[in-house]
């Protein structure tokens, strides 16, 4: 049972335009919320991480953005970029152990 | 050179055939992590290690063996493999501080079962 849900599988985005990746999680006890971007024929690499005490981070084009409330999470890729072609997981962890769960993963597609 | 290596990056096998993939890694970390990943599933955790002398298993270790050999050395066996375990396999490394975890992946081994 995948304890963190991603949507949407793939997404295709113009040049320039935003890209959005949704996440949610059941437990609470979460509180560790990383990203991983992972380019064709290599291994994931953190992105961007975020903790629920704040609601919002942003690392040059990547934001995500957090509500602890509805137990959601999300990236938003800014001004998207050709290069910015890969798949993206989100992930879940306890800081006790940091062990993470993943998201599905979503392939996102930039069009120049 | 890459920090964490991944031996064979590429495998077919036969069913029922014993196979191990070996990874090591230069940077200095003690956790280590075997992953599978599968199109739509994302990664799963198969086995964690957070020293030499700790193994865990994670949500999918059925049919998955490891061992930790050394601080810089973890290893996947497939004691009898079987076509669904046909996926991409993945080791990472971290180091936890106060303000997170990074996990560091390699390149990874594709291996088929026929």
């Known amino acids: 049972q995948q304890q963190v849900k991603q949507s949407p599988q793939s997404l295709i985005v113009q040049k320039r335009g935003i890209s959005i990746i949704n996440c949610a999680y059941e437990?609470?006890?979460?509180?560790?919320f990383p990203w991983y971007q992972q380019f064709p024929g290599k291994g994931p690499a953190l992105l961007i991480a975020?903790?629920?005490?704040?609601s919002e981070k942003k690392e040059g084009r990547f934001t995500i953005s957090f509500n602890k409330s509805a137990k959601q999470f999300s990236l938003h890729i800014m001004d998207s970029q050709p290069g910015d072609s890969a798949t993206y997981f989100c992930?879940?962890?306890?800081?006790?152990?940091?062990?993470?769960?993943f998201g599905a993963g979503t392939t996102v597609t930039v069009r120049a | 050179d890459a920090d964490v290596t991944q031996t064979p990056r590429n495998r077919i096998t036969k069913t029922g055939k014993r196979i191990m993939l070996e990874c090591s890694q230069t940077?200095?970390?003690?956790?280590m992590y075997w992953y599978r990943q599968d199109p739509g599933l994302g990664l799963q955790l198969i086995y964690y290690s957070f020293d030499v002398k700790d193994i865990n298993k994670g949500e999918i270790s059925d049919g998955y063996s490891v061992s930790r050999q050394a601080q810089a050395k973890f290893s996947l066996s497939l004691e009898s493999a079987i076509p669904n375990q046909t996926a991409l396999y993945f080791c990472a490394t971290s180091d936890p501080t106060g303000i997170g975890d990074t996990q560091y992946f390699g390149p990874g081994t594709r291996l088929t079962v026929l």
């Open positions: 992930a879940a962890a306890y800081s006790n152990d940091y062990k993470l769960s």
């Open positions: 975020i903790r629920p005490d704040v």
């Open positions: 940077k200095g970390h003690d956790r």
């Open positions: 437990n609470t006890a979460f509180d560790y």
